[in-house]
């Protein structure tokens, strides 16, 4: 079975600072996808990256493909409140059609 | 914007009865799963179906079915609750074609089984 872990699992941090969340395996991946969840809703994309070493930035969130395909990273500069919330990251399995999630990795952005 | 509506969101039961979670999409999406969330497990895939009346299992089948009648409804079924079925159930949907177009999902069922 593919796993995907997330690391740290929780961060607690004040507006302003910045951080960064790791989502590792031994498996390769055909592509990753990132979905913040916010309290009482289900998960909603925020990026998919296709192409190791590939990075894309959504305002202030910048993502990262490792080059293996393996791993990748979410960096937050200059952290909100309205980042709050649950990050999970997915991966798409190798010949398959199935998304393996991460284990989570639970933001609170105090104020 | 796609919608993915869940039919409770939350439901508390008895162990040995029969639950029913629904879920029902309105864009015409192939794709239809369900997983289970638990704290520090992510989500994990229980059964999903790519047409109707076809249903695969996913990596925590045991104990659930499926019904996919309607390409905009596909049902979870726990046959026998038990107390070990505790949990937030989420339902989503994906269009046809590219592995890495997005889920869509609903807001959850969260199920207490006492």
């Known amino acids: 079975t593919q796993l995907l872990e997330q690391s740290p699992q929780f961060l607690s941090i004040q507006e302003g600072e910045n951080l960064t969340v790791y989502c590792n395996s031994s498996?390769?991946?055909?592509?990753l996808q990132w979905y913040r969840q916010e309290p009482g809703e289900g998960p909603v994309l925020l990026v998919t990256?296709?192409?190791?070493?590939e990075v894309k930035k959504l305002k202030r969130l910048t993502f990262q493909f490792g080059d293996a395909r393996k791993d990748s990273s979410l960096h937050i500069t200059a952290a909100q409140t309205g980042d709050t919330g649950l990050y999970l990251c997915?991966?798409?399995?190798?010949?398959?059609?199935?998304?393996?999630f991460g284990t989570g990795t639970r933001l609170q952005v105090f104020p | 914007d796609v919608k993915v509506t869940q039919s409770s969101r939350y439901l508390v039961k008895r162990t040995g009865e029969k639950v029913f979670l629904e879920c029902v999409q309105d864009?015409?999406?192939?794709?239809m799963f369900w997983y289970r969330q638990d704290p520090g497990l992510g989500l994990r895939l229980i059964y999903f179906?790519?047409?109707?009346?076809?249903?695969e299992k996913g990596d925590i089948p045991e104990g659930y079915s499926v019904s996919r009648e309607k390409k905009e409804r596909f049902s979870l079924i726990l046959e026998s609750a038990s107390t070990n079925q505790t949990s937030m159930y989420l339902c989503?949907?994906?269009?046809?074609?590219?592995?890495?177009?997005?889920?869509?999902f609903g807001n959850g069922t969260r199920l207490t089984v006492t």
């Open positions: 498996s390769v991946f055909s592509s």
């Open positions: 864009m015409d999406h192939e794709n």
């Open positions: 179906s790519y047409d109707v009346k076809m249903k």
């Open positions: 989503a949907s994906r269009g046809r074609g590219a592995y890495n177009s997005p889920l869509h």
């Open positions: 990256v296709v192409t190791g070493g």
């Open positions: 997915a991966g798409a399995a190798l010949n398959t059609d199935k998304l393996i």
